[in-house]
């Protein structure tokens, strides 16, 4: 056998595979930040957990943070940190509502991930039913989607960080309440999610899982925390669910 040879067969396999998750899927969940845009492609994620940590500083909490909390550049870790010492408490709710300002001021600049829009629009057309699943502000999703006049392909159902900030992902929490208000079963469903923290909170609620790597970094943390079936692009989804539908009108916008 050549590697050519291995090489073709390994991709069969992988389209088999691809296929096989979105022919089961009547529910399809999405992750927000991600495999729908880049949030903060204008507007540093890095910068707003810096700035959460200033202002933390700036009133005498710096001993809220352990030393990698200060340091992992990720707003959510600092949220759900101080969550954890001062549960339900003024200064985290102040601190989710900066969280939230911040990515509201993202929002205009966030770019879109190549493929999402007709993708979301095809699979409605073909009558699956969609959700956001996200550890974003619902307020935030709800801007982006009507910036792109998606708002309809998955209202009323986006489900995004409430005031329980420990039922974040990979808590599998809004996976759940989507399925609920859905009528869905985890099996009949699909988890589409870019961090192990999608896969982990897909696993816990029983949902078939299809990971969105948009490079090789994100790749291997999905592969190292178990995800079976990745995707590079969301180009092959649409793709395959034309193929099952075929003589739908083409969606080219990006």
């Known amino acids: 056998m050549t590697p050519d040879t291995t090489q073709t067969e390994l991709a069969a396999a992988e389209t088999e595979a691809l296929r096989a998750l979105i022919t089961r899927a009547r529910v399809v969940l999405w992750d927000f930040d991600g495999p729908i845009c880049r949030l903060f492609a204008g507007h540093s994620a890095e910068q707003v957990a810096h700035d959460l940590v200033d202002w933390l500083e700036g009133r005498g909490l710096r001993g809220l943070l352990t030393e990698a909390e200060r340091k992992a550049l990720d707003p959510h870790i600092v949220l759900r940190a101080v969550d954890l010492r001062h549960p339900g408490s003024d200064l985290v709710d102040e601190l989710e509502e900066r969280l939230t300002q911040e990515e509201l001021r993202a929002a205009p600049s966030a770019m879109p991930t190549p493929y999402a829009d007709p993708l979301i629009r095809t699979w409605q057309a073909v009558g699956s039913r969609l959700a956001i699943a996200t ?16 708002t309809s392909c998955f209202a009323p159902h986006i489900y995004g960080r409430t005031q329980e900030l420990s039922r974040l992902k990979p808590d599998p929490q809004c996976l759940n309440r989507a399925l609920n208000a859905m009528g869905s079963a985890p099996s009949s469903a699909l988890m589409i999610g870019d961090t192990p923290s999608d ?20 790749e291997k943390l999905l592969r190292d925390a178990g995800a079976t079936v990745t995707v590079a692009s969301l180009e092959p989804v649409l793709g395959l669910i034309r193929t099952l539908r075929p003589g739908l009108p083409v969606d080219r916008s990006r």
Do not use: C, Q
């Open 135 to 150: 550890n974003n502000s619902p307020r935030v999703v709800r801007t982006y989607l009507a910036s792109r006049g998606l």
């Open 199 to 218: 896969l982990l909170a897909a696993n816990e609620a029983g949902v078939p899982f299809l990971g969105y790597a948009r490079n090789e970094h994100k």
